[in-house]
């Protein structure tokens, strides 16, 4: 793969994180509460977590636990109404818009359960959007999106549009999307939530051998508990707050992945 993807996006001056720095992204006391003129949502409140480099974390809760209010903020795609988010050490807080539209542009990969793929569009045009919207010259962007695309087993549909394929295949066109450039932080929101058991385990897999091979740390999003276990680590959200280890008692029992603090102390930033 590195050789394919010679020729993609050279290093940036705005985050100077190298992979490896631990944690690399962190988050303290976050609350977010949604307000509406009769109503008050406390969505989550009042987290603290840190993610190492190179780790997979799975975040497991109910519906309505507050699992994408919490992807959201950690992306920035969304601004906690208290707290800090650190990516490498850096607060998201004190980036002016311009810094955080790069954030969001190079460090984060995003993957949502319904794709937000544009129907329209070929799979390789898809996968260069986020190239092609950063004003890379169109030949190299798609160049790129198809090493992408090959890497995610679907060099063979390229050409088609994405409206055209299945779940799964929207899903590994999604996944390519997200990595196409180059992020350190993968964030998936039930990334597998709209897909059968087959593809369920095909996607999963394919986002663990990314996650190893070009080194990210992720945080996957998920109901399914069995995916869960295989992470290197599980938060449980519930009402908006983390659940504390020994409340994770199926993950536990597994054996599997590192029982860790899932709270930041001091000094780990
Ligand atoms: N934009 C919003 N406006 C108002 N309430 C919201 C909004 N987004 C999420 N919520 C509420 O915040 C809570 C957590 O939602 P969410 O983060 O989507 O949970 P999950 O992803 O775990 O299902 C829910 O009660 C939800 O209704
Ligand atoms: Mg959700």
């Known amino acids: 793969m590195a050789s394919s993807m010679a020729g993609t996006i050279e290093g940036h001056p705005l985050i100077t994180a190298e992979r490896g720095s631990r944690p690399l992204v962190r988050a303290e006391a976050l609350r977010k509460v949604f307000r509406s003129a009769t109503t008050e949502v406390v969505a989550l409140g009042g987290i603290s977590l840190a993610a190492d480099a190179g780790e997979m974390i799975a975040l497991i809760g109910p519906s309505g636990s507050g699992k994408s209010t919490l992807l959201h903020l950690l992306a920035a795609l969304d601004t906690p109404t208290s707290g800090t988010v650190y990516f490498a050490g850096n607060s998201l807080a004190e980036f002016a818009e311009n810094e955080l539209v790069e954030f969001r542009s190079r460090e984060v990969g995003f993957i949502w359960q319904r794709h937000q793929l544009l129907a329209d569009f070929t799979a390789a045009e898809n996968v260069a959007m986020p190239l092609l919207i950063r004003g890379n010259a169109s030949g190299e962007a798609l160049d790129t999106a198809h090493a992408w695309l090959d890497e995610v087993g679907l060099l063979g549909r390229a050409k088609h549009r994405t409206g055209e394929l299945s779940g799964g295949e929207q899903q590994r066109v999604a996944i390519a999307r997200a990595l196409v450039t180059r992020p350190k932080l993968l964030l998936a929101d039930e990334p597998t939530g709209d897909l059968d058991e087959r593809n369920t385990e095909s996607i999963f897999e394919l986002m663990q051998r990314l996650h190893r091979s070009h080194r990210l740390t992720s945080i996957l999003a998920t109901h399914n508990s069995s995916l869960a276990q295989r992470a290197d680590r599980v938060?449980?959200?519930?009402?908006?707050?983390?659940?504390?280890?020994?409340?994770?008692?199926?993950?536990?029992?597994?054996?599997c992945g590192a029982t860790r603090e899932s709270t930041a102390p001091e000094g780990r930033g």
């Open 235 to 255: 938060l449980a959200l519930e009402h908006g707050l983390l659940m504390p280890d020994d409340a994770k008692i199926a993950h536990r029992a597994s054996g």
